[in-house]
């Protein structure tokens, strides 16, 4: 005997469950079956047991999609408590954007997987177009800071807005050197996206929580 409706161990079956035969109603058929069925033909007691085994695990999806929901408020509502907390906090997050206001100096930040014996750091334009380079000389690995004045490569002053910067290193062998870049700033602001997602806002820059590497007090 086959109840309509009921598909065995998958999430469609527990939508329709949800939305076609509720729990009350799947009893209430079975019960109707069982009363009006034929006595010389009963139903087989292992057909029985497999639909009230189907109803109860698409039951138990049913209860852990509820609990998944949940858990899944819970955490942004704990995501949303902590970027209040955040306000005004120092961060050091992973990222090369630059938000430069024109006339002033932008420090640029990055760290070195092993001893390198020339930097290179290149400055891009929001159009992605190669505005200005800065070399440097050899340096140790670890945490290293560069100021960048906002001018370009012929000593014009750049205009405020959004900009990029990539470090290239190689050591004394001329083999390449990892550098990971990042920025740090003070949170003032907190925004959400059109999905939902939080964003906290940087300077003129807004980072996901993800991209946090350490916070401080200022």
Partial sequence: MQIEGITPNTTQGASKVENGLGKDAFYKLLITELQNQNPLEPMNAEEFIAQLTQFSQLEALKDINNQFQVLTAY?????????????GKKVKAAGNAISLE?????????????????????????????????EGNAQEKGEHEVNWNGKDNEG?????????????????NG????????????????????????????????????????????
């Fill in 75 to 87: 955490q942004a509502s704990i995501n949303n408590l902590l970027a209040v907390s955040l306000m």
């Fill in 102 to 134: 024109k006339g002033n100096e932008v420090t640029l930040h990055y760290d070195l997987a092993t001893d390198a014996s020339k930097v290179i750091i290149n400055i891009y334009d929001s159009e992605g177009r190669l505005v200005r380079t800065l």
């Fill in 156 to 172: 014009n002053e750049l205009p405020s807005g959004d900009y990029t910067f990539k470090v290239m290193a190689e050591d004394k």
């Fill in 175 to 218: 083999d390449p050197v990892k550098a990971n870049t990042y920025f740090m700033g003070t949170v003032t602001g907190v925004e959400f996206d059109e999905s939902g997602q939080l964003h906290l806002k940087v300077g003129d820059t807004f980072i996901s929580f993800n991209q946090i590497i350490s916070i401080e007090e200022v």
